[in-house]
């Protein structure tokens, strides 16, 4: 029995465990920092390249790369292997594709909708050839694959920081990795800028490489400090933020954050409206296209709605803003997994691509020599044509005879006979001589590079820039200083702009912005005219009162603009049959009103206690019988008078103090009118107005007026529940009241 037979149960398990741990490490999860890919990664790439796809080639099908792929290299599923592929072919995942893809290879909105691998086609990208130009050329080491019958490379020879711009994700046993990707420009930068200053500090670097780039245009919002800590732990996060405009008062997304759908953002923020968390979007629509990959429509419900503040709570409840997370965790040149800053991932790649210059430069070297070898043969047999030909023709060993007579090796005999006679007799001692004079030069150039540093990295900088000036581009993420997203209440996210609320006769309400507008200026529907106004501002309520005493509210900022004619109140609330509509009010929470009804009954209520959500409103004025006036706005009651007008003429002026403070009710009588009078619609209390000490009544009766002046307003000024006086002859039969207040 083996010693691994007699291993107990326990100490197999774990031996196994580890095994499978280490496999999964090294042969499928973590990138290798030399070439930045995974095994699965690496072995299509170079499928495909021994199938002659390069970027200049003709589409095949990606069943026939999947198939040479496991067959050949990666024995696992064709599903996974074929994801793998996708992957490194879409847009918006990597950030420099290194497969060219025709078909349907996803989309942004759903990266997983791509057709089945018998009908799409692919070939490699025009960047994956820095990956595979210098794989012949003596740059890599090779291993038997799974089953021994071909070699692969164990790395590609990369001439660009790969692991850095396209970033890696995986997930392994005990470790993950999440590299971000980054632009080429800005890692090129880095690089050279690392060669020629080793001891330069990771916040210098950063000013080469301020923070990721990725393949979508969402900005990055992260503070510096919050970067810099990223980059000198390895590990951290990236906060990524969506973009937009606003487009005729509407809302345009036009980016998303990495790996977001537009799906995905459409789902949450309509769970938020269904479920009644914000209800100042009216539309909301996708019209994503070809040309436009993300273009998400918001409609705010009116141009009064904060858009700002609306970004702000879909920033914070939404996947519109994201955090990324961040692990450097690579294999590294000694093969072992280690998360990396951002100075040393860049330092490991300088070694790596500095032993990949030195073993092509060798490479060459060694062919270079060996060639000049050969042409010193050459030049031997040139200088002795003719006898080299007669004994390659009478000779049964030649190659024998060729080394003992013109002292070659076997090496240059070789050469010479396989150089064709007709060839053979065609050779020019100047042709030659030239050859060998350019590889003696070419030789001499290589060795000092080999022993020059200095020489090696400004190679290696000279190649860099070529790259850089062959596959780089701008910066795809911007990187801005934003506030901290924020989930508000909806009152919150609404205006606070003035806005005047006008009420018909026949129940069609509308908000007009500003305080300075005429409401009976305004166009009505035919047969419709004005009734009621009321200053507010946009983020209040306006509170309604039908003609059965009952209050209703609706936000001013739902209501339709005053452009229009309006909606019908009828719409948003659930009256009474039959009723129709008094007035309407509103103001902040210390504000007042009145209630009368045309008995001469009324008191004072605070306009916050009338508000209510019922849609079928709540009581509010006791009418029994009589019907309610418009409420009159009262911001104090102190120092404030109510005048009251009957259908008789008289008018009287009660302090506001005289009226009680009540949520609901029939309140106390203001203006006394007779009974019998009343019943027989004889005399009504018709207007009522608040006024305050100093404020100037102004009278309409038919196309006159007359100004009655706070002097002579003190001859009304009466006790609650008197008849008043009556008002000048030719102004009793009052149209119109208005408050004129002295400046």
Request: charged share 30%.
């Amino acid at each position: 029995m083996s010693k691994e037979e007699s291993l107990p149960i326990g100490g197999y398990a774990e031996k196994a465990y580890l095994e499978y741990s280490m496999y999964v490490i090294l042969d499928r999860a973590l990138p290798f920092i030399g070439d930045g890919l995974k095994p699965v990664q690496r072995r299509i790439i170079y499928a495909m390249s021994e199938l002659g796809l390069k970027s200049s080639a003709k589409f095949k099908k990606s069943a026939r790369t999947v198939g040479d792929v496991i067959g050949k290299f990666h024995p696992h599923g064709d599903g996974a292997a074929y994801e793998a592929m996708v992957l490194m072919a879409q847009e918006f995942s990597t950030r420099y594709p290194l497969i060219e893809g025709q078909g349907n290879f996803g989309s942004l909105d759903d990266p997983k909708s791509f057709a089945a691998m018998r009908y799409t086609e692919c070939r490699l990208s025009s960047y994956s050839q820095n990956l595979l130009t210098e794989i012949s050329q003596g740059t890599v080491d090779w291993m038997p694959n799974f089953d021994g019958t071909l070699i692969e490379p164990k790395f590609l020879p990369s001439r660009l920081p790969n692991v850095l711009m396209n970033g890696a994700s995986g997930i392994a046993v005990g470790m993950a990795t999440d590299i971000p990707p980054h632009n080429l420009r800005d890692v090129v930068n880095a690089t050279t800028a690392l060669l020629d200053s080793p001891k330069l500090s990771i916040k210098e670097l950063m000013s080469f490489i301020p923070s990721p780039d990725f393949p979508t245009k969402a900005e990055i919002i992260s503070t510096h400090d919050e970067l810099e800590e990223m980059y000198t732990t390895g590990r951290g996060s990236i906060k990524l933020r969506a973009t937009y405009e606003i487009e005729n008062g509407e809302i345009v997304i036009n980016s998303l954050p990495y790996q977001v759908s537009s799906s995905k953002i459409l789902e949450q923020i309509a769970s938020q409206i269904d479920s009644k968390k914000i209800s100042m979007i009216e539309d909301l629509r996708d019209e994503s296209d070809e040309s436009n990959p993300v273009r998400i429509i918001v409609v705010p419900r009116s141009n009064r709605i904060d858009k700002t503040a609306l970004m702000s709570h879909l920033f914070a409840t939404t996947e519109l803003q994201k955090n990324v997370r961040v692990n450097l965790n690579a294999i590294g040149l000694n093969g072992k997994p280690r998360v990396f800053d951002l100075k040393s991932i860049l330092k490991e790649w300088i070694k790596f691509r500095s032993e990949t210059v030195k073993r092509r430069l060798q490479h060459r070297l060694d062919w270079v020599n060996d060639r000049l070898h050969i042409l010193d043969g050459l030049l031997k047999a040139y200088l002795n044509l003719d006898e080299v030909i007669k004994i390659i023709r009478t000779h049964d060993e030649p190659k024998k005879a060729l080394m003992k007579k013109f002292k070659l090796t076997e090496i240059q005999a070789n050469a010479i006979l396989d150089i064709r006679l007709r060839q053979l007799a065609k050779l020019e001692e100047e042709a030659i001589l030239l050859e060998k004079n350019e590889l003696s030069t070419e030789a001499k150039e290589i060795e000092k590079i080999l022993k020059s540093t200095s020489r090696l990295k400004t190679l290696i900088k000279k190649e860099l820039k070529e790259d850089l000036d062959e596959y780089g581009d701008d910066r795809n993420s911007n990187l801005v200083e934003a506030e901290d997203a924020k989930a508000f209440d909806e009152k919150d996210l609404i205006s606070n702009d003035p806005m005047t609320v006008v009420l018909s006769k026949r129940g069609w309400i509308r908000a007009a912005k500003g305080h300075e507008i005429d409401p009976q200026s305004l166009q009505y529907r035919e047969g419709d005219e004005y009734l009621s106004s009321a200053t507010a501002r946009n983020s209040q309520n306006a509170v309604i009162i039908d003609s059965f005493g009952k209050a209703f509210t609706l936000p001013i900022h739902k209501l339709p603009s005053a452009r229009g004619q309006g909606d019908p109140v009828s719409s948003s609330i659930n009256s009474q049959s039959g009723s129709t509509f008094a007035g309407v009010v509103a103001g902040t929470e210390e504000d007042y009103c009145v209630l009368t009804a045309n008995n001469g009954y009324g008191f004072i209520a605070k306009i916050e206690e009338l508000q209510t959500k019922n849609k079928s409103g709540k009581t509010a004025l006791n009418t029994k019988g009589a019907i309610p006036l418009g409420p009159e706005k009262l911001t104090s009651i102190e120092d404030s008078y109510i005048a009251a007008i009957t259908e008789e003429g008289k008018m009287l002026l009660i302090e506001a103090n005289d009226l009680p403070v009540l949520a609901k009710g029939r309140g106390n009588k203001i203006i006394n009118i007779d009974k019998k009078k009343f019943e027989a619609k004889e005399n009504r209390l018709i207007f009522l107005k608040t006024l305050y000490k100093g404020d100037n009544l102004k009278i309409y009766s038919g196309k006159q007026s007359y100004m009655i002046k706070s002097k002579d307003l003190e001859n009304f000024v009466g006790s609650r529940g008197r008849k008043g006086n009556f008002l000048p002859k030719g102004y009793r039969r009052v149209d119109k009241l208005e408050v004129i207040s002295e400046e």
